[in-house]
């Protein structure tokens, strides 16, 4: 196996949680007291345009909430899609040490919206770990598209056989693998030190 020289990580269920999952949304009508069924048929329809960029936050929430009136604010709403996001304090400790330690090169290849993805980006201090953010809403495509892996490592003057790539969906984690690209498959954040020493990377282990 070739030395690892770039990690290429996802960050939604892997150095966060999802920021606007079916999850999220799922509480988000809850607490608002809106039709989810209407929610996600509406969300459905824009979620490409939006994680590609091509639809702002504003336009999204116009179309999938603000449509009518509401009871409640925008700034209601966006505050409480925004507190979706929450760290997985291990990994970014972790990464946090790799960053440090300096022998790989660190970036993101994630699907996001731009406004949550720079509230994320921003809030969480992720510019201290990655050098780059390969992210979708700036790159006009979504993964699993071979093309967003493609220009990430392009972009990076990284070959696939010295990269690694980092997700918790397995869709994604096969088309980075089909382009020759190592892979880690993470189904619990809690594991993932453990997945990288499987994997080559040299990391720490818990209590040394």
Not at 47 to 57: P, W
Not at 165 to 182: I, K
Request: glycine share 6%.
């Amino acid at each position: 196996m070739s030395r690892i020289a770039t990690i290429f990580f996802d960050v939604g269920g892997v150095c966060l949680t999802n920021g606007w999952d079916t999850d999220a949304r799922r509480s988000a009508a809850l607490h608002f007291s809106l039709d989810l069924e209407e929610i996600e048929q509406r969300h459905q329809a824009l979620i490409d345009a939006f994680e590609r960029g091509e639809q702002s936050l504003d336009g999204y929430l116009d179309h999938v909430v603000f449509h009518r009136h509401r009871s409640f604010s925008r700034d209601a709403f966006t505050r409480f899609m925004q507190a979706q996001s929450q760290p997985h304090d291990s990994v970014l400790s972790l990464l946090r040490n790799l960053a440090s330690a300096g022998s790989y090169r660190l970036a993101t290849i994630n699907n996001e919206s731009r406004e949550l993805n720079r509230y994320r980006i921003d809030t969480f201090r992720l510019r201290d770990i990655f050098r780059a953010f390969f992210s979708s809403c700036y790159l006009g495509g979504r993964k699993p598209d071979a093309r967003i892996y493609e220009m990430a490592l392009d972009v990076m003057q990284a070959e696939p056989a010295t990269s690694l790539f980092v997700d918790d969906r397995e869709e994604n984690v096969l088309a980075a693998r089909a382009l020759g690209m190592h892979t880690v498959h993470v189904t619990d954040p809690r594991g993932l030190a453990e997945q990288l020493l499987d994997a080559g990377v040299e990391v720490a282990r818990s209590g040394r």
